[in-house]
């Protein structure tokens, strides 16, 4: 990236060759649309390019990239549309089978017991609802953290804020997923 | 709700923990108590649990046509980088910008727009419309009645150098700072011309930060395009210039020097400079180009500078004072200016401070050689003596001319010393002589293209000036002539004429293509005057002549 910053034009399909992959997967998990992830992880090296002067030795390579797919996610996050709204115990959530039921239904229910794979098929479809609708900065925290394999301290970085922050929001994410995901625990 | 029995202080940790978050001895509290409290433990199953199907989430690969669109996108973005986005660009990105990021209505946006395009023109007219027609500017040109200059026909002037004043910091303060204004030639004899000015049939530009002979590091395809653009040979010409470079390379001496090899082995200083400066032409510097020659020139500008007096009457002089050496001192200080001029934002502070006083010191001493007539000879003139030749005068002009873009201190009456003296010496007819006005030997065709490289490079009011290029010209034209034995009117004439915007590198391209030896070398011994300097001199002024092609804009 150094190179990059002072002129090096050919340093940069390196570090597009390193980042493509977990940028494009970053934002699916924010997204979880193809089209909408590769868009925004082509518009964070957009951005790279447009501010490697502003690249400091001190920050780590894939620190400073994360932090500004970070910041291009919360300016994207707030113009959508159809920006995820906090959930309720109220709100459905849920596919196939679960669809249609609220929460306070499904805490206490049990559905009819699918195939195993069926059933793992339906768990990742409800955890990907269910990430969706974590709230913005836990989702993050969560994204980082679980697909991208940051550590807090590096989460802290990219976030911009204190570890403990990082460490109780994950906490914070974790907690409002088994709630969302309860039925299926109870179930088993 | 099972959540509730979990206990307080624990139920934080538990995420921390599957993630391998806790220290150790915290970690070792957490797992003792995970042992005694089935609530805890199954919180802690169940969060592993969503971690693991979470990591089952498969990841997606790009698409192609994400790599596609990430190609285009790199491909636009490093044409509109920071550094060469136009202001316009800037501002309408920030508009849009703006519009993007701010909901404005359609109205709001076409008043802003509106607002901003009255704002442009008010700006326009108030400082550049208005002050022209409340105080126009005459042209001025030299009228000498002995030797037939007049008004008329009189070119218009091109920008002479951009100081930037860069080079005046942290100079001794012996030296005046560089004007920090467009500085242009001011002749001393001043008249107001009614001949409208005329512009060159196809003009080209010099680049703003570029400097006489150098243009910074241009693409193999846009050289090609330019050299295409003259109807030359791309490939074959940068094939030529590499086999040159290469063969220039292994000629340098340990000491970074090259030798003068022809009848004058006095020229070292000025045949090491003028290879540098074939160099530094082509975009190879001390800190871009090739490594191999980045070497070569990191090398030869350290000889140049070792080998500058510095104190004495001779301060400032750069080579040995032996035999003709202002040619060598001339040389060298354009040189040094040039590799300065190209590297000064990429210099370390202390290699571009000593630059900068080399120089300052190199162009003091041409200001001091000057003799009273206004022309330079070979040596520093001393009492009352007075000769002057041209074909000295030529290069301590272009390293004045070359300084004064740069940035350093060229004064204006050295400037106006040295027109004094091609006045003299310019006849009726537009021939340069070489002592004396009259002189017509053949080095007066070669004076008289460079006398038309300088008038066209600093803008003078010489009415000859068409005369002198139909008289060039014509020795051109003649392959078994004089051009094909004088690589310094090549030299001269590719200059002038790509100034005056017309193609004359067509008419001696495909001579020196052939002429190259398999090396890349050219033999100097049939040559006018590079038979006094060597193989290297003329293969570097060979390559400064067909780089000529593509190190102007336009």
């Known amino acids: 990236m150094e190179r990059f910053r002072d002129g090096d034009d050919d340093a940069f399909p390196g570090i597009v060759a390193r980042f493509q992959k977990p940028l494009v997967n970053f934002f699916y998990r924010l997204t979880w649309d193809r089209f909408t992830s590769e868009d925004y992880a082509q518009e964070v090296f957009a951005r790279l390019i447009r501010h490697r002067k502003s690249y400091r030795r001190s920050a780590k390579l894939s620190t400073y990239v994360f932090r500004i797919a970070r910041n291009y996610w919360i300016d994207r996050y707030r113009e959508r549309a159809n920006a995820p709204k906090m959930t309720s115990l109220n709100m459905t959530v849920g596919t196939g089978e679960g669809r249609g039921l609220s929460l306070g239904d499904t805490v206490e229910g049990s559905g009819p017991a699918p195939a195993e794979e069926l059933k793992r098929k ?7 609802e269910a990430v969706e609708c974590l709230p913005e900065e836990q989702r993050l925290v969560f994204v980082l953290s679980e697909n991208q394999g940051l550590k807090y301290a590096e989460i802290s970085e990219v976030m911009e804020i204190p570890v403990g922050t990082v460490k109780s929001r994950m906490h914070a994410a974790m907690r409002r997923l088994r709630d969302l995901l309860k039925d299926l625990s109870d179930e088993a | 709700m099972k959540r509730e029995t979990i206990c307080q202080g ?108 009255h704002a442009v023109i008010l700006l326009i007219v108030s400082f550049y419309v208005l002050p022209k027609i409340a105080d126009p500017v005459m042209p001025v040109v030299m009228i000498d009645p002995d030797t037939g200059f007049t008004p008329a026909d009189a070119p218009e002037r091109p920008e002479v150098a951009i100081g930037s004043g860069e080079a005046a910091d942290e100079l001794p303060s012996e030296y005046p700072r560089p004007d920090e204004r467009v500085v242009r030639f001011e002749p001393t004899v001043r008249f107001p011309s009614t001949v409208p000015l005329q512009p060159p049939e196809q003009p080209v530009r010099y680049r703003r930060f570029s400097g006489l002979f150098t243009s910074g590091v241009l693409s193999s395809s846009i050289k090609e395009r330019r050299l295409a653009a003259l109807g030359l040979d791309g490939d074959a010409t940068l094939d030529a210039l590499a086999r040159s470079f290469n063969w220039l390379a292994s000629e340098q001496a340990e000491d970074g020097s090259f030798a003068s090899s022809g009848r004058n082995p006095n020229y070292r200083t000025g045949v090491t400079a003028t290879v540098l400066l074939a160099y530094l032409a082509d975009g190879h510097s001390q800190t871009r180009g090739t490594p191999a020659f980045r070497k070569v020139v990191t090398g030869g500008i350290r000889y140049l500078l070792d080998s500058q007096s510095r104190r004495g009457a001779l301060k400032g002089l750069i080579g040995p004072s032996k035999g003709h050496y202002t040619y060598n001192h001339a040389i060298a200080t354009l040189t040094l200016v040039e590799a300065w001029s190209i590297d000064r934002r990429r210099l370390t502070p202390e290699r571009s401070r000593e630059l900068r006083i080399a120089i300052g010191d190199a162009v003091a001493f041409i200001v001091k050689a000057q003799t009273p007539a206004g022309g330079w000879r070979y040596h520093v003139p001393v009492g009352g003596a007075s000769e002057n030749d041209t074909s000295v005068s030529l290069f301590q002009i272009m390293a004045l001319a070359a300084a004064r873009r740069a940035g350093f201190d060229a004064p204006s009456e050295a400037f106006d010393g040295f027109t004094t003296w091609l006045k003299r010496v310019t006849g009726s007819g537009g021939i340069v002589g070489y002592l004396r006005r009259g002189d017509r030997d053949s080095d007066a065709r070669t004076l008289t293209a460079g006398a038309l490289f300088i008038e066209e490079l600093l803008g003078l009011a010489a009415p000859l000036r068409d005369r002198q290029a139909k008289l060039v010209l014509a020795d051109l034209a003649d392959p078994s002539g004089a051009m094909a034995r004088d690589g310094l009117l090549r030299f001269y004439s590719a200059h002038a004429f790509r100034l005056r915007g017309r193609n004359v590198l067509e008419l001696f391209a495909p001579l020196l293509l052939e002429s190259q030896r398999a090396n890349g070398s050219w033999s100097s011994a049939d040559d006018r005057h590079a038979v006094h300097a060597g193989d290297a001199f003329l293969t570097a002024l060979n390559a400064l002549t067909l780089s000529a092609a593509y190190r102007f804009a336009g």
């Open chain 1, 122 to 128: 339906e768990i990742r479809e409800r955890l990907k």
């Open chain 2, 10 to 117: 624990i139920e934080v940790e538990l995420t921390a923990l599957a993630q391998g978050e806790l220290s150790p001895g915290r970690r070792a509290e957490v797992e003792q108590h995970l042992a005694s409290c089935g609530a805890c433990r199954t919180a802690c199953d169940e969060i592993r649990g969503i971690f693991t199907v979470a990591g089952e989430i498969e990841d997606i690969v790009p698409s192609l046509r994400f790599k596609r669109s990430l190609e285009r996108l790199l491909a636009r973005e490093r044409r509109l980088s920071p550094e060469r986005e136009s202001i316009g660009f800037r501002l309408s990105s920030s508009l849009a910008y703006l519009f993007h990021r701010v909901r404005v209505s359609p109205r709001f946006r076409l008043a802003t727009v509106s607002v901003a395009v």
